[in-house]
């Protein structure tokens, strides 16, 4: 049988091995990481293009709308309007609120009147099985058919607007903090739609 020997006796080489192997994994996985950034980008912007098309199925152009800062000074991701053969169809408000886990993007479709026709949830960090039941059919059927004059609220009505009409939304159970993200990022896209007006 080999004698082994003692740790303190090996001196610095199995530190010095250990620091090399991490070095070498954390430059393939950066390296891999910087390789993908090009198609990582193209994917995303193809998956907002296919979520356009289901809010604007007829729409065969989507242009930027130049907007002012909302007086909430809440930042937008996306404005745009939504046109089919030249007629406008709508518009496409994308805006991102703190859930229970990171950043819940909520992409929001308005007639040229105000009504709400749909949203959408973006790719987020809630939890399975609870948070991540804001992206289901169920829960995002209750701001089908809304109005941009609504304000939303699924636990606890904070509106400071008396022009708006409160509407309270059905919260997921066990979810309130990603069903109020929700919330909140459709009342950031109402208010840029009612900036419209201004």
């Given at each position: 049988?080999?004698?082994?020997?003692?740790?303190?006796?090996?001196?610095?080489?199995?530190?010095?091995?250990?620091?090399?192997?991490?070095?070498?994994?954390?430059?393939?996985?950066?390296?891999?990481?910087?390789?993908?950034?090009?198609?990582?980008?193209?994917?995303?912007?193809?998956?907002?293009?296919?979520?356009?098309?289901?809010?604007?199925?007829?729409?065969?152009?989507?242009?930027?709308?130049?907007?002012?800062?909302?007086?909430?000074?809440?930042?937008?991701?996306?404005?745009?309007?939504?046109?089919?053969?030249?007629?406008?169809?709508?518009y496409?408000?994308?805006?991102?609120?703190k859930?229970?886990g990171?950043?819940?993007p909520?992409?929001?479709?308005?007639?040229?009147?105000?009504?709400?026709?749909?949203?959408?949830?973006?790719?987020?960090?809630?939890?399975?099985?609870?948070?991540?039941?804001?992206?289901?059919?169920?829960?995002?059927?209750?701001?089908?058919?809304?109005?941009?004059?609504?304000?939303?609220?699924?636990?606890?009505?904070?509106?400071?607007?008396?022009?708006?009409?409160?509407?309270?939304?059905?919260?997921?159970?066990?979810?309130?903090?990603?069903?109020?993200?929700?919330?909140e990022?459709?009342?950031?896209?109402?208010?840029?739609?009612?900036s419209?007006?201004?």
């Amino acid at each position: 049988m080999a004698k082994r020997t003692a740790l303190k006796d090996r001196g610095i080489m199995p530190a010095l091995v250990l620091f090399v192997i991490c070095l070498l994994a954390t430059t393939c996985l950066a390296m891999t990481y910087e390789l993908t950034a090009e198609r990582r980008a193209r994917l995303e912007q193809e998956a907002l293009m296919a979520n356009k098309q289901i809010l604007f199925s007829t729409a065969d152009e989507f242009k930027p709308v130049d907007y002012q800062a909302l007086p909430s000074g809440h930042e937008l991701e996306l404005f745009e309007a939504a046109y089919a053969n030249g007629e406008l169809q709508g518009y496409l408000i994308q805006a991102s609120v703190k859930g229970y886990g990171k950043l819940v993007p909520v992409l929001s479709a308005f007639d040229p009147e105000g009504q709400l026709l749909a949203i959408l949830v973006g790719d987020n960090d809630e939890t399975a099985g609870l948070g991540k039941r804001i992206e289901e059919d169920e829960f995002r059927a209750q701001f089908s058919e809304q109005s941009a004059f609504n304000y939303y609220y699924a636990k606890a009505q904070k509106n400071a607007n008396p022009e708006l009409e409160p509407l309270q939304i059905d919260a997921i159970s066990g979810a309130t903090i990603s069903s109020e993200a929700v919330c909140e990022a459709v009342n950031i896209a109402a208010e840029a739609f009612r900036s419209l007006e201004d």
